[in-house]
T-cell receptor, first 114, second 114 residues
C-alpha cells in the first residue's frame, strides 16, 4: 500500500462511452501525475499537476481530460476513446515537483476500449 | 533529449544467482536516478535512488551506483529470490527538463526460478 489509490481497477468501455478514472493520495503531496503504460513501450507521462495547477500536458489527445479539484484528488475523464487507448493508466504523486523527490504510484486502472 | 536505455528482457535466473540489469542514460544537467519495480498486477514501487554522482542507492539487497563518467546506473543483487520476479524500470528526473519529469526505460522483466 503506497498511499495512492485508484478506482476502478478495471474498466471496459465502448468507443462512444464517457467514463472517468479517479486517483486519491493520502500522503499530503503537492504534485500529481497521470501515466500511460502500454505493452512493450516505456511509461508515457500524460499530465502533471502541481498545487492543483496543470503544469504539463504531453501532447495528449483531447479525448483525455484531466481534472484536479484539490491536492488529494486527480481525475482523468475519458470520451470517444480508440482501441489503441487500451492500456494501464497509472496515477502518481510526489511531495513536490522536484528532481529529488520520488513519485509514489497507485495500482493503476486497466482500461480496455472495445 | 533525455533518455534511458535498459537491457532487454526477459532475464531468467535460478534462485541465489547474481543479478545485473544494465541501465544507461542520456541527459543534460544533473539528473537524479531511480529504480522502480512493478510486481504483477500492481503499480510501480520505488526500489532505490541516487541524486548525485558516485551515490550508491540500496534497498532489499539491491544496489545501484550513479556513474557519471559512464552515464550508467546498473542494478545488482548478489542472490535473487523467486519473490524478486517482477519488471524493473530505470528512470531519471531532471528539474531542468520541465520540472521533475520522470523519464523511464522500457523495463526489464526478471523471472527467478526455484
Amino acid at each position: 500500500e503506497t498511499g495512492v489509490t485508484q478506482t476502478p481497477r478495471h474498466l471496459v468501455m465502448g468507443m462512444t462511452n464517457k467514463k472517468s478514472l479517479k486517483c486519491e493520495q493520502h500522503l499530503g503531496h503537492n504534485a500529481m501525475y497521470w501515466y500511460k503504460q502500454s505493452a512493450k513501450k516505456p511509461l508515457e507521462l500524460m499530465f502533471v499537476y502541481s498545487l492543483e495547477e496543470r503544469v504539463e500536458n504531453n501532447s495528449v489527445p483531447s479525448r483525455f481530460s484531466p481534472e484536479c479539484p484539490n491536492s488529494s484528488h486527480l481525475f482523468l475523464h475519458l470520451h470517444t476513446l480508440q482501441p489503441e487507448d487500451s492500456a494501464l493508466y497509472l496515477c502518481a504523486s510526489s511531495q513536490e515537483r522536484s528532481q529529488y523527490n520520488e513519485q509514489f504510484f497507485g495500482p493503476g486502472t486497466r482500461l480496455t476500449v472495445l | 533529449g533525455n533518455s534511458v536505455t535498459q537491457m532487454e528482457g526477459p532475464v531468467t535466473l535460478s534462485e541465489e544467482a547474481f543479478l545485473t540489469i544494465n541501465c544507461t542514460y542520456t541527459a543534460t544537467g544533473y539528473p537524479s536516478l531511480f529504480w522502480y519495480v512493478q510486481y504483477p498486477g500492481e503499480g510501480l514501487q520505488l526500489l532505490l535512488k541516487a541524486t548525485k554522482a558516485d551515490d550508491k542507492g540500496s534497498n532489499k539487497g539491491f544496489e545501484a551506483t550513479y556513474r557519471k563518467e559512464t552515464t550508467s546506473f546498473h542494478l545488482e543483487k548478489g542472490s535473487v529470490q523467486v519473490s524478486d520476479s517482477a519488471v524493473y524500470f530505470c528512470a531519471l528526473s531532471d528539474l531542468s527538463n520541465q520540472g521533475g519529469k520522470l523519464i523511464f526505460g522500457q523495463g526489464t522483466e526478471l523471472s527467478v526460478k526455484p
